[in-house]
């Protein structure tokens, strides 16, 4: 059966999911509301007229040997989606594993973000929200974390890790830093999804924001098995195609926006389906698949369990 109602059994409120993605729904003030009932305290942090969710563990969740872990997954999505994927779905999962962590208490060096604005990457990165979370964290020293991106994880069985960032021209410490944060987020797939992952070029998601401000950040999405050898099969015969997809939500080369909507009606047709769906009526419930969910708190699980000196 498709769908989220099969997984009632592992903490996940589909009733609630299902106002989350109604059309009128203040999405802001209802993921604070579930966090309180989970016993999950928040903090709003408005940067210029965005709004950011912040979870606020306890000091004793970290221990400044090890490095903090910062995990992002954007709330807002386009008026006139339900955004049940993209990125409703990853909320939730990451509002039950918050509140996982508060119950048990772990030493786990977790900060956790619900950011606001990713949508409007489209415009240019500067005007994403999480460019000036990241502007925010670089001024104030905090360039060491290890930032996972979860975006667009309600569909499919394989974790696909996001190429953006490899083909950096900027070398030195930034280089040598992310190239070490995607190994290790690569053996962290294979630990918890060891036959089911592989990376490939994804549309920027908020680690766009953190990229561009020098700070490495990982973008983590799902795509279901079929949609995947779909899709590398098309990078494999169209060398154009890896270009248009990393131009999806970002500035491109043209300005004309006749232009951009050409470029990406050309490729559509050659990427996943579950991309086809983002910003429409298609991007509901129905559309998702109930092993996404459990596959993502597997990866978040073993991002709280992993260590690394700082």
Known sequence: MNG?????GLDFDSSSFQKYIAADCDRLNFLRDYLSELGVKTSVIPLGEKKHLYVNFPSTAYNPMFKVKTIISHYDRVAGSPGANDNSLANFALADFAANLFK??????????FTDGEELGAEGVSSQGAFALADLFRKIGITNDDVYVFDACGRGEVAVLAR??????ISGPFKKKFLD????T???????????????PVPYSDNAGFLACGIPAVAITFLPKDEVSFYYSNLMSDKNLEKAVMNCRIDSDSKNAADLSIQKFKYSEKMPMTWRLFHTEYDN?????????????????????????A
């Open 4 to 8: 989220l109602s099969d997984i009632h």
């Open 104 to 113: 048990s208490r772990p030493v786990h060096n977790v900060r956790i973000f």
């Open 164 to 169: 953006a960032g490899l083909d950096s021209k």
């Open 181 to 184: 944060l995607y190994e290790r």
């Open 186 to 200: 690569q053996n962290l797939l294979k630990k918890s999804m060891p036959n089911s992952w592989m990376t490939l």
């Open 285 to 309: 419930f129905l559309s998702l698949t109930p092993e996404s969910y459990v596959l993502m708190k597997k990866i978040l699980t073993q991002i709280a369990e992993n260590k690394t000196i």
